[in-house]
């Protein structure tokens, strides 16, 4: 069974930071590349960022770029976002979510919640 636990969210003032983890276990963690996701209220999905299997290939969303850094440890099976600079927009539930295939990255994400954790909210308000 695919787990995904995420922790690190709470609320912070803008311009503070935030470091969200996930844990995952039930799968070989380091053949799938990995995703963060959030929800900001009343919003569709939003891929985040996006990790390949081995760490080497990283992505970002626009609204992200430059302020967010995803990374992973194989060894640990576990999957970080840090995020500094943070902005009323940033408000959102994130999600960490396991790509569908193993090897492959996905070209939008993923929909079988089979592959996603349960969120952790971040708030970002004054």
């Known amino acids: 069974v695919v787990r995904l636990e995420e922790s690190g969210g709470g609320m912070v003032q803008p311009g503070g930071s935030l470091r969200l983890s996930c844990a995952a276990s039930?799968?070989?963690?380091?053949?799938?590349?990995m995703y963060w996701v959030r929800q900001a209220p009343g919003k569709g999905l939003e891929r985040v960022s996006s990790?390949?299997?081995?760490?080497?290939?990283?992505d970002y969303a626009d609204s992200v770029k430059g302020r967010f850094t995803i990374s992973r440890d194989n060894s640990k099976s576990t999957v970080y976002l840090q995020m500094n600079s943070l902005k009323s927009d940033d408000t959102a539930v994130y999600y960490c979510?396991?790509?569908?295939?193993?090897?492959?990255?996905?070209?939008?994400?993923?929909?079988?919640?089979?592959?996603w954790g349960q969120g952790t909210q971040v708030t970002v308000s004054s």
């Open positions: 990790i390949k299997f081995d760490g080497l290939n990283l």
């Open positions: 039930g799968f070989s963690f380091s053949a799938y590349w």
């Open positions: 979510v396991r790509a569908t295939s193993p090897w492959l990255r996905d070209y939008d994400v993923p929909l079988s919640r089979a592959y």
